[in-house]
Structures are given as structure tokens and as C-alpha cells.
């Protein structure tokens, strides 16, 4: 038996040989079955370069493996950014959603590995110190899922992509209040992002709401944007229609109007008599304040006139007929920060409209004073002129450049910078007057008279210079009449309004050079006029007072007091409007005494319009007109009776 078995296993042992033998020939051999020695010599050569040629591959394979990893784990310390900027060098249009899906499970891999380890850590600690410490457990974990939610918010997806929260943000500020709202209803993450406090902040500042405030003075800037411009628009609403409060500054016998100026809610009156009156009209319940005068002009009998008053947000001036000029704090008022004696009369006064400084003209002399580094008033300049000065006016938007007068005198403009030894002329045509001057922050602007052979080349002009160069602009106007008012600081931009003696108010563009609006209203000429951006209030030397929509064209409503209009101010939701009589001391009339007609007649009037959503609530009103039909005392009671469209208090609803 063992014999066989023995012979069985060789012969098993031969089959599986010849097998072996028979695969190498099929895979080793080129062509025959039976190998020579030759034959034999070329396999085994062609073994060694095969096995040689695999070491090699398996060498090369192996070192591509390497960098593979070394390339993973540089792309695993590296952000998400610089792999989506390395996708988009290979070609790509985008980064594809498994390089995505790769880094998702990075930061799960990363944040398990994180949270084992605080969780090792603490478990390390809890047997060093074998307390229970289940309250610092459980801190620790809210603490990791709040981490978990802020990594979830701050990857914002936009399509095959996710963006930190920041960068989202920078595109979402780009969009409008309706873009915002059509974004926020694509996803959740979309509408955290349409809804952020800063983007709306933004946006209500750029609409010029809330200047001075912060992101963090409102816990909701959308809400607060909302009522803005519901607000906004109800005002405007009450400007076309005239529904407001509409008041009349008090006054006393023996007044008469000289000069009145206006600035935010700041309302300054100058008088014969030689007070001086300023009004906050943000508190009517409190007393106007009569600012007193040097003891120079206090002591002389009669007192003088007051030729000229101008206020601004921190300080008011006068000048008056003897030659003097006072300025006053407008927090403190009581006795005036300076004081000085011109040589004649002063013929203009101007203020800095954002800077302390002051501006006088008597005859061909100019002065220009300022504050210094600590807060004392210096004279900065004093010039000449060869002729006298007519109209002066400082340069807005100086800041701490100090202060840029430009001034008009007969028929030439000069420019008066302290740094500069003499006065700079901008504009001079002989035998062609300047009637009118304005400036803004980089142009002036100014209307010439046409004379003689000069009519025939096309009438009266308004020349605009750059501030800059010095040279002309653009020529707007051809007009036969004289050009009386010019308001180019209040304008929008690009945009300049002008009244005329033909009895017009003209709205030009500055880069075309073309008429927008001209609107014909006030038969004794224009006298004062200013503009925003959707309507224009004018006034005429017949006591007219015009509110115009510059869009249709058409006149809004109008009111009229006797005696020219020569002021005009007006912001978003108020308008103060002064009409000062030419003749100062009328004859056959004796306003000192009680006679209330003749004192009416004479003194001129200050109107304060009130448009804002509460004007018409008891406490916007002034107090001298809280009164009622019974009461008999006061002259100028139920001043709202002058104004029968108005609202009245108390009146029945069919009236």
C-alpha cells in the first residue's frame, strides 16, 4: 500500500510540473512550443529586464504615492481659498462638488479629533482631581456646539461654492432694498446675510438718514430705514398739499425788519432799533434770545441800524449802519466773542457756512477773521480793493484750509485767500457789472450785466468758474433781464437756480448747459430762490412766496405777505421765509405808538413752515398762536385764520 501510494504521489507531482512548464512556455515563449538554449538564454535575460523594469516602477509608484501624500497633507494645512484658487490654475471653471465633499469631511474628521481630545483631556483631569465636574462638562460641551453652529453660519453657500461669512457680505453690499429682499428668500443662509444690521446701516446712511449715529443706536436698521422713508414720504405729502403748522415769528412795536438769516433751526432778526434776535425754532416754549450789543452802539443815542445779520450752527453775527461789527455764540448768546469798528459802513457780512469764520466788506476794504488752534478769534487778512465791495461770499468745504472768500466789485470777481498777498482776480470784463454771486465747494458762480454792443451776443449771462484752475466752466442764461439771485451752494449737483428780473425762475445743467425748467411767477421780478432735488421755492418783490415741482413744472401752492421776499431757507421738512420792507422809516407814519395797522403795515414778517408728520400736535405750535376765539388780548392772535386751507384746532370738520 505505501508502495502505491508513494508511486500515485509522483505520478500527481510530474502532472502538476509538466502544468507548470506548459503556462511558462505560453506566456515566456515568442513562437515555439519547445525552447532551444538559445532560446533559453533570451528568456533569461528577458526575466532579469522584466524584474529589473519592475523594481523600477514599483520605485517610481511608490515615490508618487509619497508625494501624493505629502501634496494631501499640504492641502489639508492649507485654507479652502488657496485649493479653490489651485482648481481654477488647472482650468477649471469652478471647483468641483467632490473636492467640496472632501473638505466637509476634513473639518468633521478635524472637529472629532478636536473634541476627542478635549474630551481626553477632561477625563484626564476629572481622575487627577476625582471631583465631580458634570456643570464644566456640560459649559464644555454647549461650548463646542456653539463653535459647531458658528462654523455652519460662516460658510455661506453660493452655488458649487461656499464663501466665509465676510466675503458674502462684501457682495451682498452692493445690492439695493429690493435685491435684498428677493436674496433673502432663497435660503436660510441667504436671508441671515440680506438681513444683516451693518448692510442696512449702510444703506440708511447712504439715503441720508441718521448721519451721526451707530450700528449699535438701533436694534433693527431695517425697521429704522422703514420709517425713515415712510416718514419721508409723508412729509412730502404735507409740502405738496401745505398741511403744517404755519407761524409768524413775534415781534414788538416800534420794529422794523433790516436783515434776516437761517440756518438748520437757527433763525436770526435784525431791526432798526438795533436788537439783535435769534430764535431756536426746535424749542418754541423758550424765549427768543436778544443778543446784546457792544457798548459802543448801546450808549449812542439814537442807536443804530442793523444793516446785515448771518448765522450759522455755532456763532451768529451784525453789522451795523455806524460801522460795527458783533458776533455771538449761539449756546451762550449774552455779550458778543468779538467785536471790531470798520472804517464806513459794512456792505456785506458772510459767514462760513461749516467753519468759524467771518467775512466783512465796508467800501473797497475786506477783513477776514478766524478761530485758532485754541478756539480766540485772530484777524487772518485785511485787503483793498480798488473798488467798492458789493457782495461777498465764503467758500463752503474749506475745513482746515482756511477760510476763501470771493467777492464782487463793479464789474470784476477776485478771490481772497489769506495765504496769498493780494486778492486774486477770477473774472473782469469792463463796462459788464456782476448783479449776482454764489459759490459752492469747487465753483463760483455769477450773473453779468450785458451793456451796449455786448447785448446783440445773445443777452445777460451767468458765468460758472472752477475754483481749481480759475478758468470758466460754462455760460448758461441769455436773457434780457437782470439776473437778481443765484443759489448754487443748496443745489443738487450738476444743477444751478436763478431768478430774474423777466419775472422767471431758470434751472440750468451745468454740463450741457441747457434750461431744464423755466417758471414764470412773480410779476415784480425774483428775489430769492433755492431748490432740492424735486422742488423749488421762489420769492418775488411783490411778497409772493411759490413752491414749484421742478419735474411737472407746475405750481404748488403759493402765499403772500406784504413787502419783498429777500429770504428764503428751507430744509426736508421746514421753510423760513422773511419779507423785508425797502423803506425803513416810512413817512406819515408814527409806529411807535399803538397803532397796530400801521405798525402792521410797516414792520415786515418772519413765517415759519412746519411739514413734518406732528405739526400739527399742540407743542409744534407757537405759542403766541395757542389761542382760541374768545380770547381778545394780543395783536396777532389766530394767525392760522390767515391761511383758510389750513387746519385749525377745534374747527368743525365741514369747514
Not at 456653539?146 to 460658510?155: H, K, M, P, R
Request: glycine share 6%; charged share 25%; aromatic share 8%.
Amino acid at each position: 500500500m505505501a508502495e502505491e501510494e508513494l508511486a500515485a504521489f509522483r505520478e500527481s507531482w510530474k502532472e502538476e510540473l509538466t502544468s507548470k512548464n506548459d503556462e511558462e512556455r505560453l506566456v515566456c515563449a515568442p513562437s515555439s512550443d519547445v525552447p532551444s538554449q538559445s532560446g533559453q538564454g533570451d528568456l533569461r535575460k528577458r526575466y532579469f529586464e522584466d524584474s529589473k523594469y519592475l523594481n523600477t516602477a514599483d520605485s517610481t509608484s511608490k515615490l508618487t504615492e509619497r508625494e501624493c501624500t505629502d501634496d494631501a497633507s499640504d492641502t489639508e494645512d492649507q485654507p479652502e481659498y488657496v485649493s479653490i484658487a489651485r482648481s481654477l490654475l488647472d482650468g477649471r471653471t469652478s471647483p468641483l462638488l467632490d473636492r467640496i465633499q472632501e473638505e466637509r469631511t476634513r473639518r468633521k474628521r478635524q472637529y472629532q479629533n478636536t473634541t476627542n481630545a478635549c474630551s481626553k483631556s477632561l477625563q484626564q483631569k476629572q481622575k487627577q482631581q476625582q471631583q465631580p465636574q458634570r456643570k464644566v462638562k456640560k459649559e464644555e460641551e454647549l461650548l463646542d456646539q456653539l463653535i459647531q453652529d458658528l462654523n455652519e453660519v460662516n460658510d455661506i453657500p453660493f452655488f458649487d461654492i461656499e464663501l466665509p461669512y465676510e466675503l458674502a457680505l462684501k457682495i451682498f453690499r452692493n445690492l439695493n432694498c429690493t435685491e435684498l429682499g428677493r436674496c433673502a428668500q432663497v435660503s436660510r443662509a441667504w436671508r441671515v446675510l440680506a438681513e444683516d444690521g451693518v448692510l442696512w446701516f449702510k444703506m440708511c446712511r447712504g439715503e441720508g438718514y441718521h448721519q451721526e449715529a451707530s450700528v449699535s443706536d438701533s436694534p433693527c436698521w431695517k425697521s429704522t430705514l422703514r420709517d425713515c422713508r415712510n416718514s419721508a414720504k409723508t412729509v412730502r405729502s404735507n409740502w405738496k398739499n401745505r398741511v403744517g403748522s404755519i407761524s409768524q415769528l413775534q415781534f414788538e412795536l416800534g420794529k422794523v425788519l433790516c436783515d434776516v438769516s437761517s440756518c438748520d433751526s437757527f433763525v436770526l432778526a435784525g431791526y432798526t432799533s438795533g436788537d439783535v434776535r435769534l430764535w431756536d425754532t426746535l424749542h418754541w416754549d423758550s424765549t427768543a434770545s436778544f443778543l446784546k450789543i457792544n457798548s459802543l452802539s448801546a450808549n449812542s443815542v439814537p442807536r443804530p441800524q442793523v444793516s446785515h445779520v448771518q448765522v450759522n450752527s455755532s456763532v451768529a453775527a451784525a453789522a451795523y449802519e455806524d460801522g460795527c461789527v458783533d458776533l455771538w455764540s449761539t449756546e451762550t448768546g449774552g455779550e458778543p466773542l468779538l467785536h471790531y469798528q470798520s472804517p464806513e459802513r459794512p456792505q456785506a457780512l458772510a459767514l462760513g457756512p461749516d467753519s468759524p469764520s467771518l467775512g466783512s466788506a465796508a467800501g473797497p476794504h475786506v477783513r477776514l477773521d478766524s478761530t485758532d488752534d485754541r478756539g480766540y478769534w485772530r484777524t487772518l487778512c485785511r485787503a483793498q480793493l480798488p473798488k467798492t465791495v458789493e457782495s461777498l461770499v465764503l467758500v463752503p468745504g474749506r475745513g482746515q484750509q482756511g477760510p476763501l472768500a470771493a467777492l464782487s466789485a463793479g464789474d470784476a470777481v477776485y478771490l481772497l485767500d489769506p495765504r496769498e498777498e493780494e486778492p486774486r482776480t477770477l473774472h473782469s470784463v469792463y463796462g459788464h457789472p456782476v448783479t449776482c454771486l454764489d459759490a459752492s465747494d469747487y465753483q463760483v458762480a455769477l450773473g453779468v450785466k450785458r451793456t451796449g454792443w455786448a447785448m446783440h451776443d445773445g443777452g445777460n449771462k451767468i458765468h460758472v468758474y472752477s475754483l481749481e484752475t480759475g478758468k470758466p466752466v460754462s455760460s448758461v442764461g441769455d436773457s434780457l433781464g437782470d439776473f437778481t439771485c443765484i443759489n448754487l451752494r443748496d443745489s443738487p449737483p450738476h444743477l444751478l437756480v436763478c431768478g430774474n428780473k423777466d419775472r422767471r425762475v431758470r434751472v440750468f445743467d451745468l454740463r450741457s448747459g441747457s434750461s431744464v425748467a423755466s417758471l414764470y411767477g412773480h410779476h415784480l421780478g425774483v428775489t430769492s430762490v433755492q431748490i432740492d432735488d424735486w422742488k423749488i421755492v421762489s420769492g418775488g418783490g411783490e411778497g409772493l412766496v411759490c413752491v414749484w415741482e421742478m419735474r411737472m413744472g407746475s405750481k404748488l401752492w403759493e402765499m403772500h405777505n406784504r413787502h419783498p421776499v429777500r429770504h428764503v431757507n428751507f430744509n426736508s421738512s421746514t421753510l423760513v421765509t422773511a419779507n423785508i420792507p425797502d423803506d425803513k422809516s416810512p413817512r406819515g407814519a408814527c409806529i411807535t405808538d399803538d397803532d397796530l395797522t400801521a405798525h402792521r403795515r410797516h414792520r415786515g414778517v418772519i413765517c415759519h413752515y412746519d411739514f413734518s408728520e406732528d405739526a400739527l400736535s399742540q407743542d409744534h405750535i407757537l405759542p403766541i398762536c395757542r389761542s382760541d376765539y374768545i380770547e381778545s388780548s394780543g395783536y396777532n392772535y389766530n394767525i392760522g385764520l390767515t391761511v383758510p386751507y389750513d387746519r385749525l384746532p377745534g374747527a368743525h370738520p365741514s369747514l
